[in-house]
């Protein structure tokens, strides 16, 4: 039975995660799995229900509770459901529901990066992607590729903030990610020993140039993206077992990672 809460104030504690709590307090950094997240749209909510994550409250005009939202909360009784006038949620938000549906969902124990190795072919390394869009259209862009498993290191934005998943329309729910603890070294090394060769993305005088043959004929790749501005480390490139580039034209001399990364996945993909 579906438990709905109509609201005539915004001051209600369990609301706070919509709105009042900044990204680090929802996550709960030390113990993450003890933490949540936000869930935008009917859409990405059936993804992450898809994937088995629980959700702890919605958040959603009333029109939507026999609208988008009906089939969503059959599969949810007994989960709350704050329900209100569209200016009073706004008020709560910052801006309308325009996607109609928020949910705060539970956050799962991430696998070890060993795991999601397993049986992959092609992998993405997101060294310290720190936009969470940018971050977003990179793992849409793995789902719709065919990318088995991405790795992040330890100074990349969190997958599951809330911009993140929302440009990523609930596809980090679909694509197997963990994050290493050690990079580059450790992470190096666990790349090697599950037979992976080990490339680079960057502008260097001996990278080969998408559209090699050869990159093709590599079984288990790991392809390497780095941040935003300054791209990737010197130390992280030597450590690399090859550096790739995208040829460029008309004195451009580079694409935004995300961009990069879905002309390299769709060039480099295993079918």
């Known amino acids: 039975m579906t438990d709905i809460i109509h609201l005539d104030s915004v001051d209600r504690e369990e609301l706070d995660v919509y709105a009042r709590l900044t990204e680090a307090q929802i996550r709960n950094r030390l113990e993450p799995e003890k933490g949540v997240f936000i869930a935008e749209s009917p859409k990405v909510i059936r993804l992450a229900l898809d994937a088995g994550f629980e959700p702890v409250s919605f958040l959603m005009e009333e029109k939507h509770i026999e609208g988008d939202a009906k089939a969503i909360l ?16 706004k008020s709560l938000t910052g801006y309308a529901l325009t996607r109609g549906v928020l949910a705060a969902v539970k956050r799962k124990p991430q696998p070890e990066p060993q795991a999601i190795l397993a049986g992959a072919r092609r992998v993405a390394v997101l ?23 991405i790795l992040l290191t330890p100074t990349c934005c969190d997958p599951l903030n809330r911009r993140a998943v929302r440009v990523s329309m609930g596809t980090i729910f679909q694509v197997p990610w963990a994050v290493l603890s050690d990079w580059p070294k450790g992470g190096m090394a666990l790349l090697h020993d599950a037979g992976f060769t080990v490339a680079a993305t960057a502008l260097c005088e001996d990278s080969r140039a998408l559209g090699d043959p050869k990159l093709r004929e590599i079984d288990r790749l790991a392809l390497v993206f780095g941040t935003e501005g300054d791209g990737l480390a010197v130390h ?3 450590a690399c077992d090859l550096t790739i580039k995208i040829p ?24």
Request: glycine share 10%; with cysteine; proline share 3%.
């Open 127 to 149: 060294d310290g992607i720190t936009d969470a869009g940018n971050l977003g259209a990179i793992v849409r862009s793995a789902a719709a590729l065919n990318i088995d498993a």
């Open 236 to 238: 992280t490139i030597r």
């Open 74 to 89: 059959a599969r949810c009784p007994g989960v709350p459901v704050y329900t209100g006038d569209r200016e009073l949620l």
């Open 248 to 271: 460029m034209a008309h004195g451009v001399d580079s694409l935004n990672v995300a961009a990069a990364s879905a002309v390299l996945f769709w060039e480099l993909r295993t079918n």
